[in-house]
């Protein structure tokens, strides 16, 4: 529930990180540009279904009543003694207890009121670095919503299945194959420097990571220097 937001830009915003984690239910209370909003629509990037079914709602009270635990993002509790917890707390409780849960987040430029906050039975505090404590609504949303979609199967994007690695014995041909050329064109001189040059090409060659195919691909090469092709380019 965004409470009393000011940009429709930030509302956007929110909707577009709660739909990347799998929420859907936006709540707006009096927001201060009034509802809806052309300009939520761009920032909102695609999460264009959470802002048509945002419902709007002219008081905390009024936008929580069908909620059974409210919770209040804020990082000063102002007066008010609460039980405090982190996201991933919250998150922990939303998904062990029955009932519909609210998340509430005050406006960007001072935060929740006290009055918001008394209706709130549990303070969300966002571990931030006390020297520098400006999160952006949009960024509280997020990382909340992160928390929560742990305990959700999202679909992960597939891995990328990585190449079988070389076998040292493919290795050490590429090796030969090289040195036999380097031979070839002279490139080991003067010939009291060839075994530290040698060692110094095994370390290039030999760095962790090469893979059978690259292996494969390099060789190639290597033949084709070799054994240079005739040219293809015709008679004029």
């Not at 209040?72 to 008010?80: E, L, N, Q, S």
Request: aromatic content about 6%.
């Amino acid at each position: 529930m965004l409470v009393r937001p000011q940009l429709a830009e930030n509302i956007g915003k929110a909707a577009r990180g709660m739909l990347n984690f799998g929420l859907r239910d936006l709540r707006l209370v009096a927001p201060r540009d009034g509802w809806p909003n052309p300009d939520a629509g761009p920032a909102a990037a695609g999460a264009d279904a959470v802002l048509a079914d945002a419902r709007l709602f002219g008081s905390v009270a009024e936008a929580v009543t069908d909620c059974a635990h409210v919770y209040a993002t804020t990082v000063r509790k102002r007066g008010v003694v609460k039980p405090v917890v982190t996201p991933e707390e919250a998150a922990a409780a939303i998904r062990a207890a029955p009932g519909r849960s609210a998340i509430l987040f005050g406006p960007e430029r001072a935060g929740l009121e006290t009055g918001d906050i008394a209706i709130a039975r549990t303070i969300l505090t966002v571990p931030i670095n006390p020297a520098f404590g400006s999160l952006n609504l949009a960024q509280a949303v997020m990382v909340v919503a992160y928390e929560w979609s742990k305990s959700i199967d999202l679909v992960q994007p597939p891995r990328t299945e990585l190449p079988p690695p070389a076998l040292q014995a493919e290795l050490d041909g590429m090796l030969a194959q090289l040195d036999a050329m380097l031979e070839n064109a002279g490139f080991f001189y003067p010939p009291d420097k060839v075994p530290v040059t040698k060692n110094m090409l095994r370390t290039l060659m030999t760095r962790p990571g090469w893979s059978a195919q690259e292996v494969r691909t390099l060789r190639g090469v290597l033949s084709a220097l070799q054994t240079p092709r005739p040219s293809k380019r015709s008679n004029s």
